[in-house]
């Protein structure tokens, strides 16, 4: 069992910077690859991007590429988000989730999520 606590949102400007921490506890956060999902109001959760479990790779999704950062320190069981450049679009609530396979992008290959993050970037 891991619970995980996401924290860091917030309401931005357009070209401001956010870094999105997901804090776990219970089993060794090192046990699994993890994830950052989204869900903006009335669409579908969406993946954002995921690091294995030794954080030596990566996966995005193509319109965060270049502007998000995944990245994890085991030792202290947290996974980041790093969001620079944000715009009106990367607008939602934003979850970190766990799985037992790097790199999945639908959310039903996770087993276990958080409670979410508001993530509010105006224009």
């Known amino acids: 069992q891991v619970e995980l606590v996401e924290s860091g949102g917030g309401l931005v400007q357009a070209g401001d910077s956010l870094r999105l921490s997901c804090a776990a506890s219970g089993r060794t956060l090192s046990t699994y690859a993890m994830g950052w999902f989204r869900q903006a109001p009335g669409k579908q959760r969406e993946f954002v991007a995921a690091v294995s479990r030794s954080g030596g790779n990566t996966r995005y999704l193509d319109s965060v590429r270049g502007r998000f950062t995944i990245s994890r320190d085991n030792a202290l069981n947290t996974v980041y988000l790093q969001m620079n450049s944000l715009k009106p679009e990367d607008t939602a609530v934003y979850y970190c989730?766990?799985?037992?396979?790097?790199?999945?992008?639908?959310?039903?290959?996770?087993?276990?999520w958080g409670q979410g993050t508001q993530v509010t970037v105006s224009s």
């Open positions: 989730a766990a799985s037992r396979l790097f790199g999945m992008v639908l959310p039903t290959n996770y087993d276990y």
